[in-house]
């Protein structure tokens, strides 16, 4: 059995949480971070970041981003194990969020050690994403992000915070989004073959409501949280 990055074998909780683009993944994994202690890494946040913050990868990677295209696997299995080594003290484990999406990631994260607890697939129709993700929103100035259906500004189209005006984040365009969900069923089908195979996969269904989802992952969660370390709570 692999070894993890912290040299446990099964205390560690790692899970990837796979999903179309719009598929509530962001959402859920807060929830799953603040209820069982595990830190969320998620490749598209790492990206902004990284592109944000003017980095070397960041770079490499605002080419990519900028006309939709997914990043390279081995750029993008940099920029996770760096933000991995950064935090790995802090919390039980780490839930990957839109990471692997490519076999080569997902080998790439075995041979770093990297030991995979659970599965988690998302599955919802493309009219639900497209709808999810034409309602997201960002302010441009201090980076906060809504969606006008679930958790839209006070004021419409003006951000709570600095009162900017809110605007459609680039890679969200309806062209861009089309995109994204063919690459992502493109690459990703082989990934969750793979993972069924290894006996990690669980589906649920990501079309229902926020609180339902919830309940599904928490009915998931709680008995591989018992059997894996039974003193977090």
């Not at 692999?2 to 959402?27: C, F, H, M, Q, Y």
């Not at 605002?62 to 003290?89: C, H, W, Y």
């Not at 839930?95 to 075995?110: K, N, S, V």
Request: with cysteine.
């Amino acid at each position: 059995m692999a070894r993890n990055l912290r040299g446990e074998k099964d205390s560690i909780v790692n899970l990837i949480l796979l999903g179309p683009p719009g598929s509530g993944k962001g959402t859920q994994s807060k929830f799953i971070e603040t209820s069982y202690n595990l830190k969320q890494v998620s490749t598209g946040e790492l990206f902004r970041s990284a592109v944000n913050n003017k980095t070397e990868l960041g770079a490499k990677v605002q080419k990519f981003m900028s006309n939709g295209s997914l990043v390279p696997d081995d750029l993008t299995l940099d920029i996770v194990l760096e933000s991995m080594r950064a935090i790995q003290k802090s919390c039980s484990g780490f839930i990957f969020d839109g990471f692997p999406r490519t076999l080569p990631q997902a080998h790439g994260l075995h041979e770093k050690g990297i030991n995979i607890k659970l599965v988690i697939n998302f599955i919802i129709d493309e009219s639900k994403v497209l709808e999810r993700l034409s309602s997201r929103r960002i302010c441009p100035t201090c980076k906060k992000e809504y969606n006008l259906k679930f958790n839209p500004p006070r004021t419409d189209e003006i951000c709570d915070t600095c009162q900017g005006k809110l605007a459609i984040r680039h890679d969200d365009s309806p062209v861009i989004i089309k995109k994204r969900i063919e690459d992502y069923d493109m690459v990703t089908r082989k990934l969750i073959t793979y993972y069924h195979n290894q006996k990690i996969l669980c589906d649920i269904d990501a079309g229902l409501p926020i609180e339902e989802v919830r309940l599904e992952i928490k009915n998931i969660l709680d008995p591989l949280r018992e059997r894996c370390h039974p003193r977090i709570r």
